[in-house]
């Protein structure tokens, strides 16, 4: 079977913008969440999130393309830019209809859509740009990056929250073995505007502390919710044999994934099926061909909310024992949905890279139901197999498994 490689890795998100500065960050353990500067959220129970440092899309694209495009697609640009350098591989060279590009999607262009309407309502002769059509669409940035590199072959949006960012890896990897080279997979995320939070406070399960040090405390006997936060990560996702003809440098395979979307976890107490969410974990591990015992490291999905965090670890438990070391970093860079998903893929795969595996930090105590073997030190460890949770409002569990890469299949 057609094997798919990662060759590329694009990290925009609170954590910094690139491979590299979002490693540093995810060492260091330092905060990334802080009070939103993009509006003044005094009116709100909700005033933190995790925002992008320093980031001017002027760097990434022309200005006709930033006026017809919202912030997530702005940030899905500078990703897959990001990863496209990584990889050192040249479209321009191949032919279009054998790229394409999937990734997830969970809202759309909220900004751009609140800006647009308050102009339509709120001024005399108000009028929406023609860009509205297109700009708050789920699928604009699938189509604004397609287009912009040129990548003509099956395109696809994977809309399933969080578990979304998960999802188009799976896809990437069909897509490849039915004969594509090159597909980008990830996502990213724009959830901060008035409109955005608004819709997101609906659900519960926001944070509403204001210690950016304390609000977000995944599996924490304090846990209160989470952080949102804007931003993700776009991976290059490459037919082997077309990454070893270019001298690609590999970081990493797509072994193995399975869905299990099973509509629970609608209301804010719930936590959905815990049994649907070792299920998914139980068969990405059987389609990659790999033992529980071969798990290096976990990175849960981390939601936040109490129980949907002791849910989440009793499947963790019941598939991989008390030993597996676990790890996640939203506590200190947010939650980016879709985006985050595709950002723990991105960590799983650096983890290969350097033999480490990162702390999981500001974990004190776990909250009872929540006793996981969290790493809670960067851990010098050679690390061959991770496997990636990720699960939805409404009920969506993905679960990703990625390897080193290793000559022999």
């Known amino acids: ?30 905060t990334r969440l802080g009070r939103i500067t993009r509006f003044d959220p005094s009116s709100y129970p909700v005033t933190l999130a995790g925002e992008v440092p320093e980031f001017d899309v002027d760097d990434y694209i022309a200005a ?17 830019q990001e990863a496209l350098d990584d990889s050192g591989i040249d479209l321009s060279t191949m032919d279009p209809y054998d790229t394409a590009v999937a990734l997830a999607s969970s809202s759309g262009g909220n900004e751009f859509g609140q800006g647009e309407l308050q102009a339509l309502w709120s001024e005399p002769g108000g009028q929406v740009s023609v860009y ?3 700009a708050w669409f789920y699928a604009a940035s699938v189509g604004q990056i397609s287009i912009l590199h040129q990548m003509k072959g099956q395109c696809s949006v994977l809309v399933a929250e969080s578990a979304g960012g998960l999802d188009s890896f799976a896809q990437a990897t069909r897509t490849i073995r039915r004969g594509t080279k090159v597909v980008l997979a990830g996502g990213t995320e724009g ?9 997101q406070l609906s659900t519960g399960r926001l944070a509403t ?29 490459e037919d082997l044999d077309h990454a070893r003809e270019r001298g690609a440098e590999i970081h990493g395979e797509v ?3 399975a869905a299990t979307h099973d509509g629970r976890a609608s209301r804010p107490g719930d936590g959905g ?18 033992e529980p015992s071969d798990v290096d490291v976990v990175f849960p999905d981390a939601v936040g909310v109490p129980e949907a965090d002791r849910v989440e670890a009793r499947a963790i438990r019941d598939v991989f024992g008390d030993e597996v070391p676990v790890t996640t970093q939203k506590g200190r860079i947010g939650r980016m949905y879709q985006g985050g998903a595709a950002v723990d893929v991105a960590t799983a795969l650096q983890s290969m890279r350097y033999d480490t595996l990162p702390a999981t930090p500001g974990l004190t105590e776990p909250a009872p139901g929540c006793e996981l073997n969290f790493v809670t030190e960067p851990t010098t460890q050679r690390t061959s197999t991770a496997l990636v949770n990720a699960r939805g409002y409404d009920g969506y569990n993905t679960a990703l498994v990625v390897g080193r890469y290793e000559e022999a299949a």
Do not use: N
Request: hydrophobic residues 45%.
């Open 132 to 134: 509205q059509s297109i």
């Open 209 to 237: 502390g204001t210690d950016p040090e304390t609000a977000y405390r995944p599996f924490e006997g304090g846990a209160a919710g989470y952080v949102a936060a804007e931003g993700g990560a776009v991976l290059l996702v």
């Open 273 to 290: 099926d815990g049994e649907q969410v070792a299920r998914a974990m139980r068969m990405a591990l059987e389609r990659a061909g790999r």
């Open 255 to 257: 072994l193995g994934w």
């Open 64 to 80: 006709r393309l930033k006026v017809a495009t919202d912030r997530w697609t702005w940030h899905g640009f500078a990703a897959t």
């Open 1 to 30: 079977m057609t094997r798919a490689v990662v060759t590329g890795i694009g990290v925009v998100a609170p954590s910094g913008i690139g491979a590299d500065a979002h490693w540093k960050t995810v060492l260091d353990g330092t």
């Open 191 to 199: 959830p901060l505007s008035p409109y955005a939070l608004t819709c």
